[in-house]
């Protein structure tokens, strides 16, 4: 099993990764080239005011140059993806 979360994601999904993809990408910014767990992340994203409410839809495996799922951002697999996975729940900021 390879696999962040298991939250059923319905058709559209997409459209909302990639929804937050350019303030998600700001805000891991002053992070780059750090190695950061998902809880670290999360507990970023959960202070961005912007956010509020959709934490939910906020994950830094949709977002990864070297990992994909169902539904994640357009920028997955692409040079233009926030993050690098290194493990399971490890991702160093890009
Ligand atoms: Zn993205």
């Known amino acids: 099993m390879d696999k962040e979360k298991d939250i059923e994601k319905s058709p559209g999904w997409e459209k909302f990764a990639g929804k937050f993809h350019d303030k998600f990408k ?3 910014a002053p992070y780059k080239n ?3 767990e998902t809880a670290r ?3 970023i994203v959960e202070k ?3 956010f509020k409410n ?3 839809w906020i994950y830094p495996s949709d977002h990864c140059k070297n990992h994909t ?3 994640a951002c357009w920028c997955a697999l692409k040079k233009d993806a926030i993050f ?3 493990s ?3 991702f160093r900021v890009l």
């Open 69 to 71: 799922n169902k539904g």
């Open 41 to 43: 992340i999360r507990r």
């Open 48 to 50: 961005v005011p912007e």
């Open 84 to 86: 690098e996975r290194i």
């Open 34 to 36: 750090n190695v950061l």
């Open 54 to 56: 959709q934490e939910q």
């Open 26 to 28: 700001e805000i891991m």
């Open 88 to 90: 399971r729940g490890k």
